[in-house]
């Protein structure tokens, strides 16, 4: 089964950290590598990077007829020093012989032939009607008195950035963070440890995971706008290329010294028309959330507050009583205008405002960028 459309996911968080800006080797946050995923040997003492992951999930949705079949790719980087003492990191995929789940409990391991001592131990057992399946990715270098005196020497013997990338035939993965109501009693079962399962890929079959080392929503993506990756999984594209467009010729020069995917990301942002830069400045992708389906549209939605009727254009003065924020001692007792009255899928009403004494309310409301209170907040004027 194909894994492309998971993979870039899992390499969006895989080059997490990789280099960050100024992008330069010299800078101080460059000078530890690989915040998440790594995989590391055992230390005697059990402390600082783990030695394993573990991922735990549910399988359910096939019948007697359809033997499922489980497909594993281990996905990481292989860091590798160079002549200069900067670790570049080598991306490895190693896909495991496909398992068929036919006779549970099953257990079995498959080595990873990456040039370290590193295995895959996988278990399956049968759950009510689910199969519960575990994953444990273990690396089995032994450690080395030189890996305690600097952590390049420990890094080159593990694994970076690790991830699985599960598929699944004739069956179904639940998700482990809104199941069904049938596996919601299981979930609880799920032991993961150093890493966090969601579900990938097409919304339609639920047939990929993607097992993490930082916590991801049900089927992530990479933003279309994005013309590559900035080596911070957040992206914040934005912000990333407008800094990187203020740095001097020297610090490029030497962000593009350091490794050839930084020289390929202050390549790429100084290639970016004004169009594609325009294109970074936030998209609404959906209002699903706030009015949903059924209920009135922001423009046309109201609340009675002390018995007068509060709606877009109506004008109140504001008294935060919930300390939401710090912002709140500043907007106690300033007049706004209410652009809008919007319900979120629990039920709840928030006045949407901008501030009457704010010169760019105009502005703000024009882009929709609001501020929300409470009714009990807002005294209608």
């Known amino acids: 089964m194909s894994f492309d459309i998971v993979e870039r996911i899992a ?81 490895h995929s190693v896909d495991l012989p496909p398992i068929d789940l036919d006779a549970l409990p099953l257990s079995c391991c498959g ?22 399946l575990r994953l444990r990715l273990e690396n089995h270098e032994p450690w080395r008195a030189e890996f305690g005196a600097t952590r390049d020497a420990m890094l080159e013997r593990s694994l970076a950035g690790a991830h699985l990338l599960l598929a699944i035939e004739c069956g179904v993965f639940e998700s482990l963070l809104e199941p069904s109501p049938s596996a919601a009693p299981f979930v ?9 399962p969601v ?73 970016l028309t004004p169009e594609a830069l325009a294109s970074l400045h936030g998209t609404m992708r959906s209002a699903d959330f706030f009015n949903p389906a059924g209920t009135p549209s922001p423009d046309d939605a109201s609340v009675v507050v002390a018995n007068r009727r509060v709606a877009r254009g109506a004008r109140v003065r504001l008294h935060p009583n919930r300390r939401a924020d710090a912002i709140d001692m500043f907007l106690a007792g300033q007049t706004a205008t209410v652009s809008g009255v919007y319900r979120d899928v629990d039920d709840r009403t928030y006045v949407a405002v901008t501030i009457d004494a704010d010169p760019a309310a ?19 004027l």
């Open 11 to 91: 390499d969006a968080v895989l080059y997490e950290g990789y280099v960050l800006y100024p992008y330069r080797a010299s800078a101080a946050k460059n000078q530890f590598r690989w915040q998440f995923g790594v995989v590391a040997p055992r230390r005697p003492d059990d402390e600082g990077e783990p030695w394993f992951t573990q991922t735990e999930c549910l399988i359910r949705g096939w019948d007697e007829d359809h033997v499922p079949r489980l497909s594993v790719r281990v996905r990481f980087l292989r860091p590798r020093a160079t002549a200069s003492g900067w670790l570049e990191g080598d991306p």
């Open 111 to 132: 080595t990873l032939d990456a040039g370290i001592d590193a295995s895959v131990a996988i278990e399956a057992e049968a759950l009510d009607a689910f199969v519960k």
């Open 188 to 196: 609880p079962q799920c032991q993961n440890r150093h890493t966090w």
């Open 199 to 271: 579900l990938a890929g097409d919304r339609a079959d639920r047939t990929r995971m993607l097992s993490s080392p930082i916590v991801l929503y049900d089927f992530p993506v990479v933003a279309p706008e994005s013309r590559g990756d900035l080596c911070d999984a957040a992206e914040i594209d934005e912000i990333l290329s407008l800094r990187i467009l203020t740095m001097t010729d020297e610090e490029k020069a030497q962000a593009r010294a350091t490794d050839p995917r930084a020289r390929a990301i202050l390549d790429r942002i100084e290639s």
């Open 362 to 380: 105009s502005m703000h409301d024009s882009f929709g960028r609001f501020f929300y209170f409470d009714p009990s907040e807002v005294e209608p």
